[in-house]
């Protein structure tokens, strides 16, 4: 899967994690899955929450913005939780795809995902796209850098 390659390189146990805590994800108000399938496999999927769901998301906004609320509403955002798309399938639009279907019809008014610092390409097609940055944050103990970026919707890149 694309989080076990470089520049991820996430180990099987934190994995695991997204099958554990996925379902919970998509159970909640506002939970969201995209699948793209190529021959009957899955080459890639984007799942999402609306940020009043997820605390954790809630706390580092919070500490990245000094007014969190005046920038965007927890109950009226949606967080893109993952994105992936298998390496061999990448550069055909399956990434912008997803995340236009899993946007397409949402009754929020914002949008937010998180990029890791050292995946810079990621985060200028992001910016292409039409998203900007609202703050970083470190994670994993200080050793990666999460960019937290911001679109309002509807999103029609």
């Known amino acids: ?23 919970e994800k998509l159970a909640s108000p506002g939970g969201g899955l995209v699948v793209a399938r190529h021959d009957g496999h899955m080459v890639g999927f984007a799942l999402s929450q609306r940020l009043d769901q997820d605390s954790s998301w809630l706390r580092r906004l919070n500490a990245m913005l000094p007014t969190p609320d005046a920038v965007i509403s927890p109950s009226r955002t949606v967080i893109i939780q993952e994105l992936a798309v298998d390496e061999t399938f990448r550069g055909r639009g399956i990434a912008k795809q997803c995340i236009r279907e899993l946007l397409s019809s949402r009754p929020e008014q914002d949008v937010v995902l998180g990029v890791f610092g050292q995946v810079s390409q990621i985060r200028e097609m992001y910016g292409h796209w039409g998203f900007s940055e609202l703050g970083t944050s470190p994670i994993y103990g200080g050793t990666v850098t999460l960019h937290a970026l911001h679109h309002k919707l509807p999103w029609t890149a």
């Open 1 to 23: 899967m694309s989080f076990a390659a470089p520049p991820y390189v996430e180990s099987p146990d934190e994995l695991q994690g997204i099958v554990q805590w996925g379902p």
